[in-house]
């Protein structure tokens, strides 16, 4: 059964303090591996799509990285800006996301 | 500013009566899906409609009924409503039939509490 596992559920942070956000995946024909970024009382909204294994996009503070079971999410010198909840998502062999369950990043000042 | 408009943004129901979630997009886009998101867990697909005319099952379409009106309008019904489906509604599309390089555009969602 195709699965996707997010860690840790919620990640708190000081301001300046890098980590990164885990996405396990068990996918089979995996077509992308799309992160999200939500934040409260919206929809998500698209951040990556990665293909490939060795793949690293970049924006702002973020890097999203993918190896053949799982991807992070790379936050560098966060900010209380970035707080939010983390969504990945790996496609299917029927080009339907399964979704992992989120981690909620919070950046204290 | 484009994207996916989903009305209403709050609902409370009772037990037993029905209602219908609209959702429209401006950007021309073929498949369009909606997906209920509960605490703890990843979004789940309801329904999904990959282009005007069709509409498939996704994992949770127990309870619910959908109607792709047009290219535009993809709406959710709930004939009988139970406190199970108390959960936030979201609407999302897709220019492509598959997944492309941007995965789905979503709505800010439909928060529905069953009492």
């Known amino acids: 059964e195709d699965q996707v596992t997010q860690s840790p559920e919620a990640l708190r942070l000081q301001e300046g303090e890098s980590s990164s956000l885990n996405c396990s995946y068990t996918?089979?024909?995996?077509?992308?591996l799309f992160w999200y970024r939500q934040d409260p009382g919206k929809g998500p909204e698209f951040l990556f799509t990665l293909y490939s294994a060795g793949e690293e996009k970049e924006k702002e503070r973020l890097k999203a990285t993918l190896t053949k079971k799982e991807s992070f999410l790379h936050i560098t010198a966060p900010k209380p800006e970035d707080s939010a909840t983390y969504l990945c998502a790996g496609g299917d062999s029927n080009y339907q996301l399964i979704w992992g369950a989120g981690t909620k990043l919070i950046i204290k000042p | 500013n484009a994207g996916v408009t989903q009305t209403p943004k709050f609902q409370v129901l009772k037990t037993g009566q029905s209602m219908t979630l609209q959702c429209a997009q401006d950007m021309n886009h073929n498949s369009m899906y909606w997906y209920r998101q509960d605490p703890g867990m990843g979004l789940r697909l309801i329904y999904y409609s990959a282009s005007e005319g069709t509409t498939d099952k996704g994992e949770v379409p127990n309870g619910y009924n959908v109607s792709r009106l047009n290219k535009r309008e993809f709406s959710l019904r709930l004939e009988s409503a139970a406190p199970s489906q108390t959960s936030v509604y979201f609407c999302?599309?897709?220019?492509?039939?598959?997944?492309?390089?941007?995965?789905?555009?979503f709505g800010s969602g439909t928060r529905l509490t069953v009492v």
């Open positions: 996918v089979s024909g995996l077509r992308g």
């Open positions: 999302a599309s897709s220019g492509v039939t598959g997944l492309g390089n941007y995965g789905y555009t």
